[in-house]
Nanobody, 119 residues
């Protein structure tokens, strides 16, 4: 059973930065995609950024240039660097990974980490 554990969420002032981490219980090389999603109060969960291949990424259009997704396979860890944070970035941030084991795909989620941007 795969476990994903996020950390790094905090209360930060507008304009500040945070780095979120997602540690997997095993090798992340087996996942055909990994990514970050977020859910603000009263809103649907939305994509922040994800890997579409081990080296290719896709970002939500509104977040390009401020957020950067990265990974360290040796540490089984994925990161999200968030800069120039805005109050509208306040949300619970979730780590997601998908694995294919014939004949089906498996979808894993972490428990989430709270990011609050406020003065």
């Amino acid at each position: 059973q795969v476990q994903l554990v996020e950390s790094g969420g905090a209360l930060v002032q507008p304009g500040g930065s945070l780095r979120l981490s997602c540690v997997a219980s095993g090798s992340i090389s087996k996942f055909y995609t990994m990514g970050w999603y977020r859910q603000a109060p009263g809103k649907q969960r939305e994509l922040v950024a994800r890997f579409t291949s081990p080296v290719s990424t896709v970002y939500a259009d509104s977040l390009k240039g401020r957020f950067t997704i990265s990974r360290d396979n040796a540490k089984n860890t994925m990161y999200l660097q968030m800069n120039s944070l805005k109050p509208e970035d306040t949300a619970v941030y979730y780590c997601n990974a998908q694995e294919f084991q014939f004949p089906r795909s498996y979808d894993y989620w972490g428990q989430g980490t709270q990011v609050t941007v406020s003065s």
